[in-house]
């Protein structure tokens, strides 16, 4: 299986935020990110602790949304993109 790399990530959320990777770069805590990134990895004496897609997805999702930065910069950059952002719309 392949995994999202730092490098890739960072990508997203440039995409997503709307801000430039040397903001990202200076208000994230990119340790906290890699940490993230390698828990659907995790195994021990070969057994894979989140074997199926679904239970990697998860981990990883649960692992970077508690592990977000919580820097009055990053928070103040966010909010002053969230313009950009809409509610989706219903189907």
Not at 15 to 42: C, I, K, N, W
Not at 70 to 84: I, V, W
């Amino acid at each position: 299986m392949r995994y999202l790399s730092l490098a890739e990530a960072l990508v997203v959320a440039e995409v997503v935020t709307g801000l430039p990777a040397r903001t990202l770069v200076r208000t994230a805590s990119f340790d906290l990110l890699d940490s993230a990134l390698h828990a659907p990895q995790a195994q021990f004496g070969g057994t894979e602790f989140y074997p199926d897609l679904p239970t990697k997805a998860a981990v990883l999702v649960a692992r970077i949304t508690r592990n977000h930065t919580h820097s009055p910069t990053a928070t103040s950059d966010l909010a002053g993109n969230a313009s950009r952002f809409s509610a989706p719309e219903r189907v």
